[in-house]
């Protein structure tokens, strides 16, 4: 089975800040790998799929890229909105999460 | 806006059955394959089963080892998820999600979830 790791695990940063989340998986998976953000209480939400298409209603400042193996999530300018987890997925395999904190 | 609402969720003995329900409103449910995902408390997401639009394939994780089974009602436009012989570990928010498309691995839309403690 596929394992996908996120690095890293925690990442703390000011608003305005640009943040580099990272989804390595022991396989390669081509380009399907999506990014999931959750905040505290809430249900998760799909912020990009194949790895560079923002879902719908997603804001411009989350962009994705890699293929293969490697995958970034990319939030250019952190709004205090942004502060959550975000787990990568491939098909039934979630990653472990990397928490966006304020520093 | 579309909307899924999971209810069914509380708390049951270990080895005791429990039924999930997700209804779903203002989309197309008979389209969409649909899934459920877990989450234990403080933890990360685990994802459980998927349905196809037309309920003809299923697929499950391996660690359900059977004792879950997914389900739907398109004339009632809800999905379900059985789950007999229920263990601790299983105590867990159950959110079902809808897929992207008839039946895949990418889910776009999530419910908000329904709490299962199981506890003796």
């Known amino acids: 089975e596929i394992v996908l790791t996120q690095s890293p695990a925690t990442l703390s940063l000011s608003p305005g800040e640009r943040a580099t989340l990272f989804c390595r998986a022991s396989?390669?998976?081509?380009?399907?790998v999506a990014w999931y953000q959750q905040k505290p209480g809430q249900a998760p939400r799909l912020l990009i799929y194949?790895?560079?298409n923002r879902a719908t209603g997603i804001p411009d400042r989350f962009s994705g890229s890699g293929s293969g193996t490697d995958f970034t999530l990319t939030i250019s300018r952190l709004e205090p909105e942004d502060f959550a987890l975000y787990y990568c997925?491939?098909?039934?395999?979630f990653g472990p999460g990397t928490k966006v904190d304020i520093k | 806006q579309m909307q899924l609402v999971e209810s069914g969720g509380g708390v049951v003995q270990p080895g005791r059955s429990l039924r999930l329900s997700c209804a779903a409103s203002?989309?197309?449910?008979?389209?969409?394959?649909m899934h459920w995902v877990r989450q234990a408390p403080g933890k990360g997401l685990e994802w459980l089963a998927v349905?196809?639009?037309?309920?003809?394939?299923?697929f499950y994780a391996e660690s359900l080892k059977g004792r879950f089974t997914i389900s739907r009602d398109n004339s009632k436009n809800t999905l379900y998820l059985q789950m007999n012989s229920l263990r601790a570990e299983d105590t867990a928010i159950y959110y079902c999600?809808?897929?992207?498309?008839?039946?895949?691995?990418?889910?776009?839309?999530w419910g908000h979830g329904a709490l299962v403690t199981v506890t003796s």
């Open positions: 203002r989309f197309s449910f008979s389209r969409y394959g």
């Open positions: 349905i196809s639009d037309d309920e003809t394939n299923t």
């Open positions: 997925h491939h098909r039934t395999v």
């Open positions: 999600a809808k897929d992207r498309f008839s039946f895949g691995y990418l889910m776009d839309f």
């Open positions: 396989q390669r998976v081509n380009i399907y």
């Open positions: 194949d790895a560079s």
